[in-house]
């Protein structure tokens, strides 16, 4: 809770018990009216650290802001809504965030940025990395929030690698969006900076691995390709035919003692973890994150889980529990499959109660 100047006027009941003692034996004045300065600095103090250590009402609703992205008919931002109201707190799309230093035509898209495939150009992703969240919108679009939640959807562009990368090349997996690229990396940037409360979900996580500089695997299958490995797609289901809807594998993460996810999940290993991604976190080598989650993918370690060390709540999941939740609140045949409702909702409970505190 905020103070408020002037929410706590001097005590005032004692000024006739004042005049009383002045009539009586003015000589007393001196030292009476140091003895009720005294109470009334101490009246103040008190209940001030009394406030300030007071936590949001519970009654009190908490909304969450999710990062803009422009196709509100996404099941990765309509599951993330429905988890969030599913855990008692109202979410709210931010604005999109945007720097003063690049074009956008009428309906906000960037204007002369992005290369052949639909991904940012080296030139503009070197302008992003090197003014942040400097000469943009991004303080008035987080007035008032406390928290923000990055959802899953298109690939990065990998011009915006701590050292970048030529797209992966494959046709079949040309999955840009430019402007949302610009607006979340500038929006995670700021939360870093301002110790503002982050969870992200599949590219959102991947997104606080480029922001924080780790080294990236742009498609999954080419990673074990290279390595002269199998790859049985254990983490974006491929064995739907074309025409039908491919859905989330499942698979179990493990989880490192004395860590935030660890606290959330109190677990060594998380089951059912709905999972649907080509990309992926390779290493967070040298910089300020942390590996608090993996699977065993054929005997290599898949990053699941990372947070960014000195600051608070700021973390990132590669797989979905959102998901999850839907898959129970809506009933599906295979929501079995997959982490409970309860398991799948403690992360947001986790971030409500972050907010409250």
């Known amino acids: 809770m905020k103070y408020s100047p002037g929410a706590y006027m001097p005590y005032r009941s004692g000024n006739l018990v004042i005049r009383r003692i002045i009539m009586k034996n003015s ?49 990765f931002y309509t599951n993330v809504v429905a988890a969030i109201e599913k855990a008692g707190a109202k979410p709210v799309l931010l604005e999109q965030v945007k720097a003063e230093y690049l074009a956008y035509d009428a309906d906000n898209k960037l204007v002369g940025c ?92 991947q997104m606080l691995a480029v922001v924080g500089g780790a080294k990236m695997i742009q498609d999954i299958p080419t990673h074990f390709e290279n390595l002269n490995k ?16 491919r859905d989330y594998a499942p698979h179990d993460v493990s989880i490192s003692p004395n860590s935030l996810a660890h606290k959330i999940y109190q677990t060594d290993v998380l089951s059912g973890c709905p999972s649907w991604h080509h990309q992926a976190v390779l290493n967070v080598d040298h910089t300020n994150l942390i590996v608090t989650g993996s699977v065993d993918t054929n005997s290599e370690q898949m990053i699941e889980i990372i947070e960014y ?35 799948a909702l403690l992360v947001f409970g986790a971030l409500i109660d972050e907010i409250r505190q």
């Open 27 to 75: 000589n007393h004045l001196s030292l009476v009216c140091r003895s009720f300065a005294m109470l009334l600095v101490l009246f103040s103090v008190c209940a001030l650290i009394a406030t300030g250590c007071t936590e949001a009402p519970l009654d009190e609703e908490v909304v969450i802001g999710i990062a803009w992205r422009a196709d509100l008919d996404s099941e």
């Open 114 to 205: 992005e290369d052949e495939v639909g991904s940012l150009t080296i030139e503009t992703a070197n302008a992003v990395k090197a003014n942040l969240w400097e000469s943009t919108n991004v303080e008035d679009v987080m007035q008032d929030i406390d928290a923000v939640i990055f959802t899953g959807g298109e690939d990065i562009s990998s011009s915006l690698y701590a050292t970048p990368e030529p797209w992966h090349g494959i046709e079949a997996e040309i999955d840009f969006n430019a402007t949302r690229d610009v607006s979340d990396y500038i929006l995670m940037s700021y939360c870093i900076d301002k110790n503002i409360a982050v969870v992200g979900f599949c590219r959102g996580m």
């Open 230 to 245: 199998e790859y049985q797609f254990q983490h974006r289901n491929e064995k739907a035919t074309p025409q039908s809807y």
């Open 309 to 343: 060390r000195g600051k608070d709540f700021i973390m990132g999941f590669q797989f979905h529990p959102e998901a999850a939740a839907v898959k129970h609140l809506q009933g599906a045949d295979n929501a079995n499959d997959f982490m409970s409702l309860d398991t």
